[in-house]
């Protein structure tokens, strides 16, 4: 099993910035990615940002040039640098480790509220 827990989100004004931070722990093994998701009320989940297995970087258009992922590969540490925020990045944002097992495995973080002001 694994278990993500997040932190750093918060209440910003617009055009201020978060630092979010993941921290996988468990049995962690083989090929997988993490990221970051999120879901706005009323909204079904998207992503933000992903490592994906080969160490590539998936970014939502919406947040390209405005949010930087990175990653602690040693402590299984996966971060979101989140400039520039604007009050439609308003959601819960969710850490996501995709296990590469036969079939495959998502897990998930709690949720961190992330609010933006106008």
């Known amino acids: 099993q694994v278990q993500l827990v997040e932190s750093g989100g918060g209440l910003v004004q617009a055009g201020g910035s978060l630092r979010l931070s993941c921290a996988a722990s468990g049995t962690i093994y083989g090929l997988y990615s993490m990221g970051w998701y999120r879901q706005a009320p009323g909204k079904q989940r998207e992503l933000v940002a992903t490592?994906?297995?080969?160490?590539?970087?998936n970014y939502a258009d919406s947040v390209k040039g405005r949010f930087t992922i990175s990653r602690d590969n040693v402590r299984n540490t996966v971060f979101l640098q989140m400039d520039s925020l604007k009050p439609e990045d308003t959601a819960v944002y969710y850490c996501?480790?995709?296990?590469?097992?036969?079939?495959?495995?998502?897990?998930w973080g709690q949720g961190t509220q992330v609010t933006v002001s106008s």
């Open positions: 996501n480790l995709q296990r590469r097992t036969s079939p495959v495995r998502d897990y």
């Open positions: 490592f994906t297995v080969v160490g590539s970087i």
